[in-house]
């Protein structure tokens, strides 16, 4: 009986270019989507180290920022392994979770419903949904003006959407010290604890796909929302981006 050699293990095509460089258009959706399949078995418990155990506080302040009451409809977009479902399951509300990384949604931890979808084109129904939630995806995304409109076009009128994403703290000195933790020591850690050292690379990399803040809350105005407001917490390095829907 003849036995077949064991099948080679596929090498994971890294997400930034040879010289560091960050993908764009399509091959940036292709190797975005790759890439969190890959990383998810190892996501969470990455996410709790690098954030130093802070991304629940930030998540738990985003939902407040919400301002909505107990059985609200929300939209967890690009959930991931579903922190945020979990966080406004807990407080009452309704969530629906969706992404388009099948691995992160096969490693998510809730009961909550999730959907596979890319954010720029929910199969979700128009004004489904009386809030939006988004951790840490907008720089993942490949046009912001699209995926603002889609989620313009989910929520009912009066809507609310709470968005957060890294920053780069203003301040020197914080800036410097954000910059030894996400650019030091986030891809050493990448190195020594995942199974993807990429991701850890691409992660400090990719704050630069987004746009200065005046730019952010402009494009959510232009999506069709009013009330618009941009903040910061620790230092800087986190912003949270909030709108109601006209
Ligand atoms: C850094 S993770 C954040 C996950 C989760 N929101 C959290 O707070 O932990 C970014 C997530 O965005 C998802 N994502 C990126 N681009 C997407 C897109 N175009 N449509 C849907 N999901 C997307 C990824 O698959 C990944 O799960």
Not at 50 to 66: F, P, T, Y
Not at 124 to 138: H, N, P, R
Not at 168 to 194: H, I
Request: hydrophobic residues 45%; proline residues 8%; glycine residues 10%.
């Amino acid at each position: 009986m003849s036995t077949s050699p064991p099948a080679p293990t596929p090498v994971p095509t890294p997400v930034l270019g040879p010289d560091g460089a960050l993908p764009q258009g399509d091959t940036k959706r292709f190797a975005v989507e790759a890439m969190f399949d890959r990383v998810a078995p190892g996501y969470d418990r990455m996410n709790r180290i690098i954030s130093l155990g802070l991304d629940r506080r930030w998540r738990r302040k985003a939902v407040a920022a919400l301002a909505v009451t107990p059985g609200t409809r929300v939209l967890d977009l690009a959930c991931g392994t579903g922190d945020f479902s979990r966080d406004l399951a807990a407080a009452g509300h309704r969530p629906v979770g969706a992404d388009f990384s099948a691995g992160m949604l096969a490693a998510a931890h809730t009961g909550t419903p999730l959907v596979r979808a890319d954010a720029a084109a929910l199969p979700l129904t128009d004004s489904a949904f009386d809030a939006i939630v988004c951790g840490f995806a907008l720089r993942n995304f490949v046009d912001l003006d699209t995926v603002f409109g889609e989620c313009a076009r989910v929520l009912r009128p009066g809507g609310r959407i709470a968005a957060l994403d890294a920053a780069v703290p203003d301040r020197a000195l914080l800036r410097a010290g954000n910059a030894v933790w996400f650019r030091g020591a986030v891809p050493l850690l990448g190195r020594l604890l995942s199974r993807d050292p990429d991701a850890y690379r691409y992660l400090p990399a990719s704050t630069a796909y987004l746009p200065p803040a005046a730019e952010l809350v402009g494009l959510l105005a232009s999506a069709g929302f009013v009330d618009t407001r941009h903040r910061t917490m620790t230092g800087g390095s986190v912003q949270l981006l909030t709108g109601t829907m006209a």
